[in-house]
């Protein structure tokens, strides 16, 4: 049984963030900190990704651990409450994931997603494999044009 009332439970599900986290701004920050300038929350490209790079076709997004599933199938148990709408509902959220991943890498873009505790924990390396993706790419876009 739910410990909230019904009021209580939607007052708290309104605030919660689908933009402009605490975990997405950390990110954010130390992004622009160390001289990377991108977009966010960019509509036109599937899956509206939280960080784009649009030049590079990079996109990253910051995926909290309850809406997105993290160690899912040993989480998936601690619902105690409302498990028929909650376990299809993450459960769905970890399947469109997937779907964005493969069409955005189909379509020729890098997708990057970080959970928010690996945020919190290592912002700086989560700074790091950004870099390294727009390296990456750029040293891509370099060869193709020597080439040309």
């Keep these: ?13 309104q605030h919660v963030k689908s933009k402009d986290s605490q975990i997405e701004l950390k990110l954010r920050r130390e992004l ?8 966010k929350n960019v509509r036109e490209i599937f899956g509206c990704p939280d960080i784009v790079f649009k030049k ?13 599933g993290f160690d899912w199938e040993n989480r998936k148990n601690d619902f105690k ?3 028929e709408f909650w ?17 955005l890498t189909l379509e020729g873009w890098t997708v990057l ?7 919190k924990k290592n912002v700086e390396g989560c700074v790091k494999k950004i870099s390294d993706a727009i390296e990456k790419k750029k040293s891509e876009v370099t060869k193709c044009r020597s080439t040309k």
């Design 1 to 13: 049984m739910d410990r909230l009332t019904l009021e209580q439970r939607r007052k708290n599900m």
């Design 56 to 68: 590079l076709k990079i996109a990253v997004f910051v995926d909290s651990e309850f809406w997105h």
């Design 81 to 83: 409450s409302n498990q």
């Design 32 to 39: 622009w900190k160390n001289g990377f300038r991108y977009r």
């Design 87 to 103: 376990i299809p509902k993450i459960e769905r959220n970890i399947q469109r994931d997937k779907e964005v991943n493969e069409k």
């Design 113 to 119: 997603r970080f959970f928010g505790n690996e945020i």
